[in-house]
């Protein structure tokens, strides 16, 4: 064997043994990029190589949206606004039949995408609606089963970390069109969940909401506002070049801040725990991108990412074919690893095949954070699945065969969006973001 694959050996089979001992998986990424760095250049020059990825990995300002994004979603979880999100999901989810189900999708497509996490999602969504459901005569495990399903939309729709991370890894692809890109993928996601939700409640002849009067309606939607110009004034001033992700990431953290003091929710005693939160999951993401700087730095020294792509192109040159083993990749490995760290890991590997089979990088994102995405609401290790399950008091081996029927539209969602560019592409285009 080339050292090509000897490198590759020892890079991925380190890294697996050493996550499967249960080593966190930024120093399982390190230690493996090290030694496997060893087999194509002496100890000094790989102790160096590697130390400066770790380095340069996090020396970038785009960072800072990050960072920005973070601490925003943070205060936004701690400030009253879940409550208006909420009531303006009930009013759109209708008198259909399982309205709460309904509205437990909205909630989460709404909040999910404000505060930009799909756990913050499905643990604040989970802890307002599963009373009110169990109230309503609603299986438990149906209930869990919704929230889980629904709370991934909020890693789509923006703002999010996933496309800054996606952009630093293929090479500057547009932080802008890769947020105004997930908007119809997360939407188009929401309304399938919502269809099987609506079958599954009409079987079950669970109830339907009270009738809002025009009144109610108003005043909901008028107190809502506020929280939905987030998205509108950051989203809207990065497309619109009004300023740039890491200063919209900023206007985002002044706003939430201010949206929360008007609302009285936010005391001066939540402000230590708010901060500490950001710096440790700003903490773990930003060790994890070091790390997974120096694996990239490793991976591509070593020639890996070109005998793979001449791997796959030797099987077949056929485009939607290659696409489907990549689809089926991520939703593999989507099943064991957080979305994360699988972008930090794999976008270096599946990019430059994407690339030359002509995928727009924009739409190869919105593949990867959807593909992704679902690994969270899955057993093994879904993160999504465990808080979930957690919140609504419904063990997990119950609730899986309820979820099972909410993965046929969340891989159908992933299949349209992979095989139907324009849905990802339609929006960055009319705003002249991607040629």
């Not at 030694?35 to 970038?60: E, K, N, R, W, Y």
């Not at 993401?285 to 700087?293: E, K």
């Not at 029927?405 to 969006?417: D, E, K, Q, S, T």
């Amino acid at each position: 064997m080339d050292v090509t694959v000897w490198t590759g050996i020892v890079l991925f089979g380190l890294f697996f043994l050493f996550l499967f001992i249960g080593v966190p998986i930024s120093v399982s990424i390190a230690v493996a990029a090290f030694a496997a760095a060893l087999i194509v250049l002496p100890m000094t020059p790989s102790l160096l190589a590697i130390s400066q990825q770790l380095i340069t990995g996090v020396d970038s300002t785009v960072l800072l949206a990050l960072v920005f994004f973070m601490l925003a979603g943070s205060i936004m979880n701690n400030g009253g606004i879940a409550d208006r999100l909420i009531n303006l999901a009930k009013l759109f989810g209708g008198r259909m039949s399982g309205s709460l189900a309904h509205t437990n999708i909205i909630g989460n497509m709404l909040f999910g995408a404000i505060s930009g996490s799909a756990i913050a999602a499905a643990a604040t969504m989970g802890r307002i609606m599963h009373p009110q459901e169990k109230k309503e005569g609603y299986d438990p495990s149906y209930s869990a089963a919704v929230n889980i399903a629904s709370a991934p939309t909020g890693l789509i729709i923006p703002p999010s970390s996933t496309p800054i991370i996606f952009s630093l890894l293929s090479g500057g692809t547009s932080i802008g069109a890769l947020f105004i890109a997930g908007y119809l993928p997360g939407i188009l996601m929401a309304m399938l969940l919502m269809i099987v939700a609506y079958i599954m409640a009409k079987r079950a002849n669970y109830s339907v909401a009270k009738k809002t009067n025009s009144g109610e309606a108003l005043k909901v939607f008028l107190q809502s506002i506020p929280s939905l110009l987030l998205i509108i004034i950051v989203i809207g001033g990065i497309a619109g070049g009004v300023f740039t992700v890491t200063e919209g990431a900023a206007v985002a953290v002044f706003y939430a801040a201010i949206l929360s003091l008007v609302y009285r929710q936010l005391k001066l005693s939540d402000v230590p725990k708010i901060l500490k939160e950001t710096v440790i999951y700003s903490g773990i993401i930003l060790l994890l991108i070091g790390a997974s700087t120096a694996m990239s730095w490793v991976l591509s020294y070593a020639g890996i990412p070109q005998a793979i792509t001449g791997a796959l192109l030797s099987i077949t040159d056929n485009t939607s074919i290659l696409l489907l083993i990549m689809l089926l990749i991520l939703l593999v490995i989507g099943t064991f690893m957080d979305v994360a760290p699988a972008l930090l890991i794999f976008t270096p590997i599946l990019f430059p095949i994407a690339t030359q089979m002509g995928i727009n990088p924009v739409h190869f994102g919105m593949i990867m954070t959807m593909a992704l995405a679902i690994g969270v609401t899955t057993p093994p290790i879904g993160t999504v699945l465990f808080i979930g399950s957690s919140v609504s008091g419904v063990r997990i081996e119950k609730v899986i065969p309820k979820l099972v029927v909410f993965y046929i539209p969340l891989v159908v969602a992933l299949i349209l969006v992979a095989f139907v560019p324009q849905i990802s592409l339609f929006l960055p285009r009319l705003f002249g973001l991607v040629g």
